[in-house]
T-cell receptor, first 112, second 115 residues
């Protein structure tokens, strides 16, 4: 079945530490890939997206993500986490029919 | 430019009632999509409207319906509410349908509680 998997439900990192959030997809072709962030009680804000070209994409707030076709992955990274990064992060894919599918989300807690 | 707006932000209803949620897209955006977010099921696609026509539909019962007006504003209706309909309903807009790479911009959501 076609799916988007975020293996980590909850991650805790210390402020200033590096972060990597995992995302894997299972589709026949390369979909359009997105990362969104959601703060409590808020909607989703786009961090970055990938649909072709350079496999390392830069986003807002110092985030980047790397598309690896061989691993069907699109992991999100940040070299140094800030307390304000605490939120829930969603990986999403868009298929040819424009249907956007989301992963289950990863909740990030930042320790002082 | 103003972002996607949704009204009301919070709503409490009882089982069996119906509810209408409203979404105003970003100016110039003609595609509006609706999503349901619950702790158990996560984010699920409900439907997409473009040029007043439903273009795509998720796997939800017929109690969930929507429409889009000529100014691209959209409404979502849920009839005969069930406890399981309690959720955050998110609206997203983009310039047009048919291009998967177009970014969807999300509103803050309407929190619906069914008692």
């Amino acid at each position: 079945a076609q799916s988007v998997t975020q293996p980590d439900i909850h991650i805790t990192v210390s402020e200033g530490a590096s972060l990597e959030l995992r995302c894997n997809y299972s589709y026949g072709a390369t979909p359009y890939l997105f990362w969104y962030v959601q703060s409590p009680g808020q909607g989703l804000q786009l961090l970055l997206k990938y649909f072709s070209g350079d496999t390392l994409v830069q986003g807002i707030k110092g985030f980047e993500a790397e598309f690896k076709r061989s691993q069907s992955s699109f992991n999100l990274r940040k070299p140094s986490v800030h307390w304000s990064d605490a939120a829930e992060y969603f990986c999403a894919v868009v298929l040819n029919n424009n249907d956007m599918r989301f992963g289950a989300g990863t909740r990030l807690t930042v320790k002082p | 430019k103003a972002g996607v707006t949704q009204t009301p932000r919070y709503l409490i209803k009882t089982r069996g009632q119906q509810v209408t949620l409203s979404c105003s897209p970003i100016s110039g955006h003609r595609s509006v999509s609706w999503y349901q977010q619950t702790p158990g099921q996560g984010l699920q696609f409900l439907f997409e409207y473009f040029s007043e026509t439903q273009r795509n539909k998720g796997n939800f019962p017929g109690r969930f319906s929507g429409r889009q007006f000529s100014n691209s504003r959209s409404e979502m209706n849920v009839s005969t509410l069930e406890l399981g309909d309690s959720a955050l309903y998110l609206c997203a807009s983009r310039v047009k349908s048919g291009r998967g790479a177009d970014t969807q911009y999300f509103g803050p959501g309407t929190r619906l509680t069914v008692l």
